[in-house]
């Protein structure tokens, strides 16, 4: 039997880099999965190969399309997965975008697009789910932050606000919830996705230099935090920010 057998989870933002490899690892862990895509094109062929992947070596998934700074597309998406399997048993709230610029240059368009999709969406997938999960009387909500969330990042203002809210988030719902909900986050330090593409590459020598690891990190070295915390193991963990960072910040 697999750590995550008779598991259910939706994990947000799963066609590439991080919330791929989450999917991945809950799925081979024996969860199924429900595969959250946004609304754009040539995500729905991204999120089929994925499924494709995870049906390939014995796993079972859902796609599930939605917009997670979109409340009804949220609410869809979560009724959706309720109608096919009862409510989620795990929420990996992992669904983010990167972008970057000065604070001093910075449109109010990047910045309300950054707060919309990396701390709104958080809000609103957590605020249809959990219910269900406080009805049942058990569940775990996973929330990707970043490193940046804890330390800042020049240049990333917007983004590390967004994830400062996220972790205050996690530890705030961790407590209104406990002991029926275990509620954490992940705060991975800079990680080779395609999120990474728009940032410069000035910006990523000197942050890799700057590393305790003198590397960026993996998809690898951060989904096993997820089934983890996904697992009956983590059952005493609540409220937690668990950083697979490099060393990036140590807290």
Do not use: C
């Amino acid at each position: 039997m697999s750590r995550l057998d008779e598991t259910v989870a939706l994990v947000t933002g799963s066609t590439s880099g991080i919330g791929r490899g989450i999917v991945t690892a809950l799925a081979a862990a024996g969860a199924t999965v429900g595969i959250n895509y946004p609304p754009f094109e040539g995500e729905r062929e991204r999120a089929e190969d994925v499924l494709r992947a995870i049906e390939e070596n014995g796993g079972n998934g859902v796609l599930l399309e939605a917009d997670v700074s979109s409340e009804d597309s949220v609410r869809s998406m979560v009724q959706e997965v309720e109608e096919a399997y009862g409510t989620p048993d795990v929420l990996v709230n992992n669904a983010g975008i990167l972008t970057q610029s000065p604070l001093a240059e910075m449109s109010v368009e990047m910045w309300d697009e950054t707060i919309h999709v990396d701390l709104r969406g958080v809000f609103l997938v957590t605020r249809f789910v959990l219910p269900g999960m406080l009805d049942r009387g058990s569940g775990k909500i996973i929330n990707v932050a970043s490193q940046l969330g804890i330390k800042g990042g020049e240049e990333l203002v917007h983004y590390s606000a967004a994830k400062a809210g996220v972790i205050g988030m996690t530890r705030a719902l961790a407590r209104e919830v406990s002991p029926t909900v275990n509620v954490n986050a992940i705060a991975p330090g800079p990680i080779e996705t395609p999120l990474m593409d728009d940032i410069t590459a000035e910006w990523k020598t000197a942050k890799a230099a700057e590393l305790p690891m003198k590397r960026f990190g993996t998809v690898e070295d951060v989904a096993p935090t997820a089934v983890f915390l996904a697992s009956d193991e983590s059952d005493y963990y609540t409220g937690q920010v668990l950083s697979p960072d490099g060393g990036d910040a140590m807290h």
